[in-house]
């Protein structure tokens, strides 16, 4: 199974300013014949399901707002909020679904500083 | 967007069977897959089984293989998650989930499931 680790745990930033997520897996989730990465973000806000933010690592979902950003490739990987909101309030994951079983980081919880 | 509307959970006593439900009401699902996701209480994301919307595949996490069995209704554009032997730990909200490919896009609103005597 590819395990995922995301870090921190937690953060907390002042209004309009950057939150950086990170989330490592176990193995690549490259695949070479696309050349695509199997990563996806989410985010879920308390009592909600989690919405879908970036897939394949950088592509952003329709109706996400630009500030959401995704990077990295292989095994290491970043979610990017370049100008944080307060509605950005929320926990996020990161998932794999380059293999069967599909896993998800532990989650990391943005705060307001 | 097709809303996914998931229902059936309930307390029910360890050992016991619940049958989980996802309806598209009204409309045929327009995902290619349908997966299982649960959430214990203040923890994080698991993904327990997927069954491709063509009947030709079903996934499931290994370690729920055999207690947990996704089924189809076709007539009544509706997916179930059949859980047997529940055990406290199968406790958590249990939500129904569309893909493209894998690319989990449509989230029902989830249901809970209590496991407890």
């Known amino acids: 199974d590819i395990v995922m680790t995301q870090s921190p745990d937690s953060l907390a930033v002042s209004l309009g300013e950057r939150a950086t997520i990170n989330c490592k897996s176990s193995?690549?989730?490259?695949?070479?014949?696309?050349?695509?990465?199997?990563l996806s973000w989410f985010q879920q806000k308390p009592g909600q399901p989690p919405k879908l933010l970036i897939y394949?690592?950088?592509t952003r979902e329709s109706g996400v707002p630009d500030r959401f950003s995704g990077s990295g490739s292989g095994t290491d990987f970043t979610l990017t909020i370049s100008s944080l909101q307060a509605e950005d309030v929320a926990v996020y994951y990161c998932?794999?679904?380059?293999?069967?079983?599909?896993?998800f980081g532990g989650g990391t919880k943005v705060e307001i500083k | 967007e097709v809303q996914l509307v998931t229902s059936g959970g309930d307390l029910v006593p360890p050992g016991g069977s619940l049958r989980l439900s996802c309806v598209a009401p009204?409309?045929?699902?327009?995902?290619?897959?349908i997966h299982w996701v649960r959430q214990a209480p203040g923890k994080g994301l698991e993904w327990v089984a997927a069954?491709?919307?063509?009947?030709?595949?079903?996934n499931y996490v290994d370690f729920l293989r055999g207690r947990f069995t996704i089924s189809r209704d076709n007539a009544k554009n509706s997916l179930y998650l059949r859980m047997d032997s529940l055990r406290v730990e199968d406790t958590a909200v249990y939500y129904c989930?569309?893909?493209?490919?894998?690319?989990?896009?449509?989230w029902g609103q989830g249901t809970l499931v209590t496991v407890s005597s």
């Open positions: 069954k491709k919307l063509d009947g030709s595949v079903e």
């Open positions: 394949y690592a950088s």
């Open positions: 009204g409309l045929t699902f327009s995902s290619d897959w």
């Open positions: 989930v569309g893909s493209r490919g894998w690319i989990f896009y449509n």
């Open positions: 998932q794999q679904y380059y293999s069967d079983p599909l896993t």
């Open positions: 193995q690549s989730v490259l695949s070479r014949p696309n050349n695509e990465n199997y």
